[in-house]
């Protein structure tokens, strides 16, 4: 990953680490060979993410996303290809729903003085409940919500990107937290709504806590 970063495009000689002959002399394509396996790092994973379905996983992300991996590899003891990588992600972030199942039906208000009050419905434990909680903006009120239902969580970093351009253009979100224990666990959200999917993020860093720590 990083050797493609240093090579560029317009390159006089093929240098590349653990690839010593250029894919185009073959008739191929990097993305033709690449193949992740338990020896492979955060740095060829992030690029199948990257490559293949526009994640730009945070660098802290990329190192645990690859824990992830690795134990898949590891109980397989075979290479694993870019839609398997993706499967791992989608069960590990975007799929979460034990404890708390995301439902919407957002409603926040920012008052003249900056803070946001907002109410937001979720599923804990099989019972459908409407949370509310204030904050400098809809992620630190949905944390000061979840603190109300006792659920603590603490934000540690936070970025966002879109995946698509257009009509049908969808964001991510990516959050890192601290729970009681003090561990960091990342979530991640999907939605066409950016503020939805920070607080999907939220609630899969909530459950990632919840079975991990």
Partial sequence: NKGFKALGEDYDQWQVPYLPIDPKHLGRTYEDVIRVNSQSGKGGV????????????????QIEFSREIQKVTDVTGREIEHHEIFEVFERVY???????????????????????????????????R???GKGNGPVSAFVDALKNIGVELDVVDYSEHSVS?????RAVAYVETTGA???P?????VDSDIVTASLQALVSAANRHSTTD
Avoid: C
Avoid at 98 to 120: C, H, K
Avoid at 165 to 169: L, M, P
């Fill in 165 to 169: 351009a257009g009509s049908d253009a």
């Fill in 185 to 189: 666990r990342w979530g991640v959200g």
């Fill in 130 to 132: 409407r949370i509310e």
């Fill in 46 to 61: 992030s690029y199948v993410m990257s490559t293949y379905h526009g994640l730009e996983l945070p660098r802290r992300l």
């Fill in 94 to 128: 975007l799929q979460t729903s034990e404890p708390m199942r995301w439902i919407g039906n957002t409603n926040f208000t920012t008052s003249e003085d900056g803070i946001t009050s907002l109410a937001v419905e979720v599923n804990i434990d099989g019972e459908r």
């Fill in 181 to 183: 224990s003090g561990s």
